[in-house]
């Protein structure tokens, strides 16, 4: 049985973790990436897809309602069908999976493969769920520079009262109606995705590297300036993170579509 002082932090460690959940967050970087869509991608859609970009960008996370659970391949078949579930299946997949680069990757060669297909129900389901992750490996919800300052007590310093902007949930959060999201979406304005060099196995290893590593690296930085700058510098630099975020995934929905498998796969060819 558990004694009191294991109950106590199991408790404030289960609030700590409610507390810093990235969550309206990711429902703002998939809207962000709907709205920043080239026409030409936009156009592919239809309306009502946009509406499953919204729906299943928390995916690769527990559900919020109770009883709290991991997605499943069942979960997965119900949107996409038999047969991409049985590429999820082979891949290895378990709940926490689609935050994993192999995850990632699958989802990305399943995008170009629903791209080539003219499935636009199922590429609007792993565009949304891939903003998830992408976003999570530079998200600011758990770093170490906010974990010490919250466990350390330094004094003078109340660095968990300090957020970039008024009234987020999180300490380096941003809100729906806020000044983050209003900046990246005017900077997001006129971009031009980019397509690495070379075949679509390229493509999905670069960008694997460039969420994982550079973005990765990046947040480092990032999270020092918020923590030690000015309200002014701590925002423009946490509008810089989400910007690159947003501009990755744009890069990686327009390469996998000029990307796409070409061959015969009517006939299910592809590989
Ligand atoms: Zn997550």
């Not at 409610?18 to 309206?24: G, H, L, T």
């Not at 590429?123 to 010490?148: I, K, R």
């Not at 390469?255 to 015969?264: C, H, N």
Request: charged share 25%.
């Amino acid at each position: 049985m558990m004694n009191r002082t294991a109950l106590v932090l199991t408790a404030s460690l289960l609030a700590t973790g409610a507390a810093f959940a990235w969550d309206v967050e990711h429902d703002e970087v998939a809207r962000l990436v709907g709205w920043a869509l080239p026409q030409e991608i936009k156009s592919f859609f239809a309306f009502e897809d946009f509406d499953i970009l919204l729906q299943y960008c928390h995916f690769p996370d527990m559900t919020d309602t109770e009883p709290r659970r991991f997605h499943t391949l069942d979960d997965i078949e119900a949107v996409v069908g038999r047969r991409d579930r049985d590429v999820i299946d082979s891949r290895g997949f378990f709940p926490i999976w689609m935050h994993t680069e192999d995850g990632k990757a699958t989802f990305m060669t399943l995008l170009a493969r629903a791209f080539a297909r003219g499935e636009r129900h199922n590429a609007a389901f792993y565009l949304s769920v891939l903003t998830h992750p992408v976003s999570d490996e530079s998200a600011l919800n758990h770093p170490p520079l906010l974990g010490f300052f919250r466990y350390s007590k330094l004094p003078g310093i109340d660095f968990t009262m300090r957020k970039v902007e008024e009234g987020a949930k999180n300490v380096f959060g941003f809100r729906s109606d806020g000044h983050v999201v209003h900046l990246v979406r005017e900077r997001m304005k006129g971009y031009v995705p980019q397509v690495p060099a070379g075949s679509l196995e390229d493509a999905l290893l670069s960008f694997g590297v460039e969420v994982a590593v550079i973005h990765g690296a990046k947040t480092g930085e990032i999270e020092g300036a918020i923590a030690f700058a000015s309200q002014h510098e701590a925002e423009r630099a946490l509008v810089d993170l989400v910007y690159r975020q947003v501009c990755a995934l744009e890069d990686i929905v327009w390469t996998l579509r000029a990307r796409r498998p070409r061959r015969s796969i009517a006939a299910g060819e592809e590989s």
